[in-house]
């Protein structure tokens, strides 16, 4: 007798917000200042309007709401935006807290508790299990359960995930996982990762749940195939290696088996822009990082820089102008004694037989002062 199908349901997700008018390349003038802000307040906006018209269920966020824990007035306002239109939608949401969410112990999630907002549900330990029902009448209701393992170490995070996995209750139809942590070989900015779980973990993991959701590092991608694990990736640019990231949120809905997604991208927030080749394109509102021919002369490079100011960017990256030389410099004999001492340290710190450590540290500065000789 085969299994009945389930009925789909749709979500909304989003992952890595860093509100703050505080991150790096924002303008410090007037309305300037205020501009990043405004537009991410917009892009907020946009975001509740098509998933209220989509009638999502639920949001989901994958942890780092703020850019930091400590909040100045800034900070405060922006995330008390997204409250406002949490409670205005009244969308239920399910928040997992990130590493830019703690500081100490301070933690964004204590704000959460002091104040008390209906549709925002949370947990000040590493993980949360919630079980709820959806009601589309007249069908019977859909039971769910959203799983979520905040922002710690990649062993607490795997030991914690699978006590999580061995409470499930066969009358849930849909299972969600959520997850702040890294994965190796995946993208963090423009570089793969060497640190974080096994993609195998993962692997593991999507045998007890419907679908994976991760934040942490900021560009949307696929960790397993059919979308059944993936990063949600940022809500904006935060960092210059984020250029080839298109920013925004998800809606998502189970069918069954399988899992689609459709991306809200985030077209308001200045996104970062390399320019080669003297090239004016996509200047206005946006980051621009100019890439400069240092043997051209200064001048022709200063035209080019006021050309670009003249054309409204949001921020531009000033370059230098002319070569940095360094000159090199001989290692004194009090600086290679030093760099001997540590070479030493270093090697004791990593063998536990204090002979042996002795013996390979001898080896190590051995061949350190052959290549400063110049004899390797």
């Not at 409250?83 to 500081?103: A, E």
């Not at 960790?223 to 640019?237: E, M, R």
């Not at 030493?344 to 536990?352: F, I």
């Not at 042996?356 to 110049?374: L, Q, Y």
Request: charge should be positive.
């Amino acid at each position: 007798m085969s299994t009945p199908k389930r009925l789909p349901i749709r979500f909304a997700a989003l992952a890595d917000l860093h509100l703050t008018n505080s991150l790096p390349y924002t303008q410090q003038k007037d309305i300037a200042s205020r501009y990043r802000m405004i537009n991410l307040k917009s892009y907020l906006n946009q975001f509740f309007e098509i998933i209220s018209k989509r009638r999502v269920a639920f949001l989901v966020i994958a942890g780092d709401v703020c850019h930091r824990a400590r909040l100045d007035a800034e900070d405060l306002d922006v995330l008390m935006h997204l409250v406002d239109l949490i409670m205005s939608y009244k969308i239920k949401t399910y928040i997992i807290w990130g590493n830019h969410d703690v500081d100490g112990r301070k933690n964004i999630i204590g704000f959460f508790r002091k104040s008390f907002f209906e549709y925002i549900l949370f947990s000040e330990r590493k993980s949360f299990t919630r079980r709820f029902p959806i009601h589309y009448p007249p069908s019977p209701p859909i039971h769910v359960r959203v799983d979520g393992v905040s922002y710690c170490d990649t062993k607490t995070f795997l030991k914690t995930a699978k006590d999580l996995e061995e409470n499930h209750d066969p009358a849930e139809d849909y299972r969600i996982f959520l997850g702040h942590v890294g994965v190796k070989g995946t993208l963090q900015g423009s570089t793969k990762s060497i640190r974080g779980v096994k993609p195998a973990d993962i692997q593991r993991l999507s045998d007890s749940y419907d679908v994976i959701l991760l934040g942490h590092h900021h560009i949307t991608q696929e960790i397993l195939p059919d979308n059944k694990a993936f990063y949600i990736g940022s809500v904006h640019q935060t960092r210059a290696d984020e250029e080839n990231h298109v920013p925004g949120g998800y809606i998502i809905t189970l069918h069954d088996k399988e899992v689609d997604k459709t991306h809200i991208p985030n077209n308001l927030s200045p996104k970062f822009k390399t320019l080669y080749d003297y090239s004016t394109k996509s200047v206005l509102n946006n980051i621009i990082k100019p890439m400069l021919d240092l043997s051209k002369p200064r001048e022709e490079n200063e035209e080019y820089l006021q050309k670009l100011a003249s054309m409204n960017p949001y921020y531009l990256i000033m370059p230098r102008l002319e070569r940095r030389i360094k000159p090199k410099r001989a290692i004194t004999i009090s600086a290679k004694e030093e760099k001997t001492k540590v070479l030493r340290r270093v090697t004791k710190s990593m063998v536990s037989d204090k002979a042996r450590a002795i013996e390979i540290g001898n080896h190590v500065v051995e061949r350190f002062e052959k290549v400063e000789g110049g004899q390797l």
